[in-house]
């Protein structure tokens, strides 16, 4: 984690995997791409009964020395801006049941 973040805990919350969604500035409309891909990642994970959340830190992180020097290590090259970080592992409890939906909410025309 790059000091630049000033955290002094774990901001992904200790959790086993950690998926990293990068887009390409050169595309116009990456940030909605990238945005759609980490929606779709969580939905995937909850239909495999895992745990996810969206870490919205990948922006500043991959804008860092350290993240450029990061990316440059994977061998990663080219105007990617991080969209976001994907933390994925087993709930350590069952999730809430879903809140009643209100009536009338959704009108037709």
């Known amino acids: 984690m790059p000091k630049s973040w000033g955290a002094k805990i774990d901001p992904f919350y200790g959790a086993p ?10 595309r116009p409309t990456y940030i909605y791409d990238g945005s ?10 909850a239909d ?8 919205h830190r990948a922006k500043e992180e991959f804008e860092t020395e350290y ?4 990316l440059k290590r994977l061998g990663i090259e080219g ?10 592992g087993y709930p350590a409890k069952e999730p809430a ?7 009338n909410y959704i009108y037709e025309l």
Do not use: F, T
Not at 97 to 103: F, L
């Open 79 to 88: 105007d990617y801006e991080g969209i976001g970080h994907l933390v994925i």
């Open 17 to 26: 995997e950690l998926v990293v969604v990068l887009a390409n500035k050169e």
């Open 48 to 55: 495999l009964g895992l745990g996810s959340c969206w870490i």
């Open 97 to 103: 049941q879903p809140v009643k939906r209100k009536e």
């Open 36 to 45: 759609l891909v980490m929606g779709n990642m969580m939905n995937a994970a």
């Open 67 to 70: 993240g450029k020097s990061l």
